[in-house]
């Protein structure tokens, strides 16, 4: 079957070993993802443990084109628009465990435009940025991810993150 990246088609594995990914923790505040960066994910399980993600929210439908959670392995997963210059996009996410409800914002920070006479044959990037710098705030629903171009709600300016909890995949 075919891989949506999101770790509900093809477990994390697939995921860890093919897409850009972090280490989302409560300090982090800001995250700079390398250039022409296609997708990526982020490893909640630090922040989150065995809390359920039961919100999410991003601000920018020109940059980000999906975004979906798995519950099961504790990944936010993203996929962006190509062509698109240097942005940012507010990421929020709530999670719950024992009726306690907690929510955590961060500014992420991307770009996927290529230049008309550039060519990227030879270009690497090597980033280790940790995400270490950022802060919390809040915003997710549960939604299942349809993996279609209208799989993003949006929501007065705020488009929902998709949860991957009962997947279904529509390719």
Known sequence: PECGMDAGDCGPSE?????????????????????????????????????RVVDGSH??????????????????????????????????????LDAKITEKSFILTAETYIPENTTNSNTTTNSTSPLSTMQSLGGLTNHTTNHTANNVVNHTANHTINNTTNHTSNH
Do not use: C
């Open 15 to 51: 995921v860890f070993n093919n897409v850009y990914g972090l280490q989302l923790e409560n300090e982090t505040q800001s995250v700079e993802v390398p250039p022409l960066t296609p997708a990526m994910y982020f490893n909640l399980s630090t922040l989150i443990g065995e809390a």
């Open 59 to 96: 601000d920018n439908a020109d940059l980000i084109r999906t975004a979906a959670v798995s519950q099961k392995h504790k990944i936010l997963s993203l996929t962006f628009h190509r062509n698109i210059t240097r942005q940012n996009v507010t990421i929020s996410i709530t999670y719950e």
